[in-house]
C-alpha cells in the first residue's frame, strides 16, 4: 500500500504540472452599452470584413488558436447563427486603426494565413460566446506591425428572424470613431453603396485564444498503469516455504 501511495502522489505532482489554457486577450473592453453589432457573422446579406488590431493591444509574440465575439450587450432575440460559408484569415499588416484602405487587398500582409473556414450556424441565446478555434494557429508578432482578421462569407441559407448583435467598441453615440485600437472595412452587396466602407476607431471587442490547448501527458498515464501492474504482480507472487 505504502508503494501504491507513493506512485499516486508522484502522478498527482506531474499532473499538476502540465500546462492550463490562458485566459483569451481580448481587445476592445469595455464593450459599449449602447450598441452592437450583426457584422460580419448575422446580417442578412453575406459580404466581406476586415478589421484591425493595433499591436499596442497585444502583451507580445502569440500564437493565436482562436477568437471569441460576446453578445451581452443587445438582446436581438435570435435562437439560430445563420449558415453560411466562412472563410477567416490572419496576417500582419502595416495599416492600423485609422490607415486601413477602402481595397482590402491593400490591407493584407504578406504572412496572410487562412485559420478558419466552415459553417458557424448554431443555436443561439442572449450573453452566449461565439468560439471559433482554429485548424491553423497564426504566429503574431506586434514588433513586425498591427494585426488584420480578413473575413468572407458566402451563400449560406436565409437570413434569421432577428440577428446577433456580438459586443462592440468606439460606437461613441453613433459616429464610430470612439477608440484608437481597431478600425474596420466591410462590404455588403446586397445594399448598393455599402461597398469598401471604412470606420476607423470601431470594432468588434475580439477575445484572442492564445497557445495550444492542454493535452494530457501520456507518461504519468503509462506510469499509473505499469506500477498498478506491478503492484498487483507482487501481490500474486507465491510465497516460497523453507
Same mark, same amino acid.
Given at each position: 500500500?505504502?508503494?501504491?501511495?507513493?506512485?499516486?502522489? +508522484?502522478?498527482?505532482?506531474? /499532473?499538476?504540472?502540465?500546462?492550463?489554457?490562458?485566459?483569451?486577450?481580448?481587445? !476592445?473592453?469595455?464593450?459599449?452599452?449602447?450598441?452592437?453589432? +450583426?457584422?460580419?457573422?448575422?446580417?442578412?446579406?453575406?459580404?466581406?470584413?476586415?478589421?484591425?488590431?493595433?499591436?499596442?493591444?497585444?502583451?507580445?509574440?502569440?500564437?493565436?488558436?482562436?477568437? &471569441?465575439?460576446?453578445?451581452?450587450?443587445?438582446?436581438?432575440?435570435?435562437?439560430? /447563427?445563420?449558415?453560411?460559408?466562412?472563410?477567416?484569415?490572419?496576417?500582419?499588416?502595416?495599416?492600423?486603426?485609422?490607415?486601413?484602405?477602402?481595397?482590402?487587398?491593400?490591407?493584407?500582409?504578406?504572412?496572410?494565413?487562412?485559420?478558419?473556414?466552415?459553417?458557424?450556424?448554431?443555436?443561439?441565446?442572449?450573453?452566449?460566446?461565439?468560439?471559433?478555434?482554429?485548424?491553423?494557429?497564426?504566429?503574431?508578432?506586434?514588433?513586425?506591425?498591427?494585426?488584420?482578421?480578413?473575413?468572407?462569407?458566402?451563400?449560406?441559407?436565409?437570413?434569421?428572424?432577428?440577428?446577433?448583435?456580438?459586443?462592440?467598441?468606439?460606437?461613441?453615440?453613433?459616429?464610430?470613431?470612439?477608440?484608437?485600437?481597431?478600425?474596420?472595412?466591410?462590404? #455588403?452587396?446586397?445594399?448598393?453603396?455599402?461597398?469598401?466602407?471604412? &470606420?476607423?476607431?470601431?470594432?468588434?471587442?475580439?477575445?484572442? &485564444?492564445? !497557445?495550444?490547448?492542454?493535452?494530457? &501527458?501520456?507518461?504519468? #498515464?503509462?506510469?499509473?498503469?505499469?506500477?498498478?501492474?506491478?503492484?498487483?504482480?507482487?501481490?500474486?507472487?507465491?510465497?516460497?516455504?523453507?
Amino acid at each position: 500500500m505504502r508503494t501504491l501511495s507513493l506512485t499516486i502522489v +508522484c502522478i498527482a505532482l506531474q /499532473l499538476s504540472a502540465l500546462p492550463s489554457a490562458a485566459a483569451p486577450i481580448i481587445v !476592445g473592453l469595455p464593450a459599449d452599452t449602447t450598441a452592437g453589432n +450583426c457584422l460580419p457573422f448575422s446580417c442578412p446579406f453575406p459580404g466581406s470584413y476586415q478589421q484591425v488590431y493595433t499591436r499596442s493591444a497585444f502583451p507580445g509574440p502569440v500564437t493565436i488558436t482562436g477568437l &471569441e465575439f460576446y453578445n451581452t450587450q443587445i438582446n436581438g432575440f435570435a435562437s439560430t /447563427l445563420n449558415s453560411a460559408a466562412l472563410t477567416i484569415s490572419l496576417s500582419t499588416t502595416s495599416h492600423d486603426w485609422n490607415t486601413l484602405s477602402s481595397s482590402y487587398s491593400n490591407n493584407i500582409g504578406s504572412d496572410n494565413t487562412q485559420v478558419f473556414s466552415g459553417d458557424l450556424s448554431q443555436p443561439w441565446a442572449f450573453g452566449k460566446t461565439l468560439v471559433i478555434g482554429f485548424a491553423t494557429p497564426f504566429l503574431f508578432d506586434p514588433a513586425n506591425g498591427n494585426l488584420l482578421m480578413n473575413v468572407s462569407m458566402a451563400g449560406g441559407g436565409p437570413p434569421p428572424a432577428f440577428a446577433i448583435f456580438v459586443d462592440t467598441n468606439g460606437y461613441n453615440g453613433g459616429s464610430k470613431n470612439g477608440n484608437t485600437i481597431t478600425g474596420r472595412v466591410y462590404t #455588403l452587396p446586397g445594399l448598393p453603396g455599402l461597398s469598401g466602407i471604412v &470606420e476607423s476607431g470601431y470594432g468588434l471587442v475580439t477575445g484572442f &485564444e492564445t !497557445g495550444s490547448p492542454p493535452v494530457p &501527458e501520456p507518461a504519468p #498515464l503509462l506510469l499509473l498503469g505499469t506500477s498498478l501492474g506491478l503492484i498487483a504482480a507482487r501481490r500474486r507472487r507465491p510465497k516460497l516455504r523453507a
